[in-house]
């Protein structure tokens, strides 16, 4: 199925800027016609996936603690 970038967009939960910021950068797979982005979803789909893969685990927010010595 062919998206534009509003339903790829509602797909992916963000804003409309922020998708064609990532069009224009190469970072999400995608085709300009004419003035306008179009995203297959298969591609998106396993765009996602990848990303879901690729990424290790969250990092812990904040300052780390520091190492108590033993007394």
């Known amino acids: 199925m062919v998206l534009d970038v509003e339903s790829c967009a509602k797909l992916l939960h ?3 800027e922020h998708l ?3 069009a224009r950068g190469g970072d999400i797979p995608a085709t300009k016609i004419g ?3 179009i ?3 298969d591609e998106i789909v396993g765009w996602l996936r990848s990303k879901t893969r690729s990424q290790k685990s969250p990092a812990k927010v904040g300052r780390p603690r520091k190492q108590l010595l033993p007394c």
Do not use: A, I, Q
């Open 20 to 22: 064609n910021r990532l």
């Open 35 to 37: 003035r306008s982005w």
């Open 39 to 41: 995203f297959l979803e």
């Open 14 to 16: 963000c804003s409309v």
